[in-house]
């Protein structure tokens, strides 16, 4: 009931409003530099339900999973491919765990890190048959969705719709990153938002959209060039601007007073359903939960 109220309540028109950063949050309460959030899942289950908990207080409709990096080819590298089942089934429990009635869990995939053939040595039955790991783990552990989020390949993109949608009975979303250019915005590997837009709906993705990269302004844009070919919800993720270091520490200049408000502009634009990425808290969603409902 709660997949299908999830997209039901996306496709009526109304705004949701997501969480904030997983990473940002997980380093505030002592993931070291390079760590593996997924591993957390299992070495420190409070501090993940804890982060839920607080997204969730703080007024997320819904909450993602700290599985963004819970491919088996992400997980090879901090040396646990044999553990991905466990590790993105925990990750769903957990935000299960402290989701109030009504609210929702959305699973979290990340790119793989790796290129599909001929360009790179992974095939597209691999990368596939890893995404299916991956996502049916998470739709056993109680996720609503799937969101494949930070995406630059459209291809990869459309790899982890298709296994939502063959292999689960989840909500399909996919986000891609753009960066502006002096011809436009595109994603690493020249994806237009307009582009994304077509291909991930024809590969059946519920729902589109962006996120991480830029802050609140540039996502404006974004969400209006794909708003003019999109007539399915869109999703938008911002960061709390580009970060810069500052004596040995990461600073994101976006606070939650300043970026708030611009969440108006952001649903006047075409999204329908907003949240924060890379730097943003808790404070930044009360922030646009206050900015959208007052």
């Known amino acids: 009931m709660s997949k299908n109220g999830l997209l039901d309540r996306l496709k009526s028109g109304e705004i949701l409003i997501s969480d904030g950063a997983t990473g940002t949050y997980l380093q505030a309460k002592g993931l070291e530099p390079g760590g593996c959030p997924e591993e957390w899942n299992a070495s420190h289950p409070e ?16 909450v993602e999973t700290n599985s963004f990096g819970g491919s088996p080819f992400m997980l090879k590298k901090y040396g646990h491919a044999d553990r991905v089942s466990e590790l993105n089934r925990l990750a769903a429990r957990h935000a299960r765990s402290a989701a109030p009635p009504g609210r929702y869990v959305i699973g979290s995939v990340g790119p793989t890190g790796e290129f599909l053939e001929p360009i790179g040595p992974v095939s597209v039955e691999e990368m596939y048959e890893g995404f299916v790991r991956q996502v049916t783990a998470l739709a056993e ?8 989020e930070t995406m630059t390949a459209l291809e990869e993109a459309c790899l982890v719709v298709r296994a939502t949608k063959e292999r689960t009975d989840l909500v399909a979303m996919a986000t891609m990153t753009f ?116």
């Open 179 to 294: 960066d502006k250019g002096p011809r436009g915005n595109f994603t690493m590997m020249g994806v237009t938002p307009e582009d994304a837009v077509r291909g991930l709906l024809d590969a059946g993705a519920d729902v589109v959209g962006a996120n991480c990269g830029n802050g609140i302004l540039y996502m404006v844009e974004i969400a209006g060039e794909m708003r003019r070919v999109a007539d399915a919800p869109i999703l938008i993720h911002a960061n709390a601007g580009i970060p810069a270091v500052r004596k040995g520490q990461i600073i994101y200049p976006e606070t939650p007073d300043w970026m708030g408000p611009h969440y108006r502009a952001l649903v006047d634009a075409g999204a329908t359903f907003v949240g924060g990425c890379c730097g943003t808290t808790p404070d930044h969603i009360q922030a646009i939960v206050k900015a959208l409902r007052g």
């Open 47 to 62: 501090v993940v339900q804890g982060m839920a908990a607080d997204y969730f207080a703080a007024g997320s409709d819904a």
């Open 141 to 148: 552990g109680g996720a609503d969705a799937i969101c494949a």
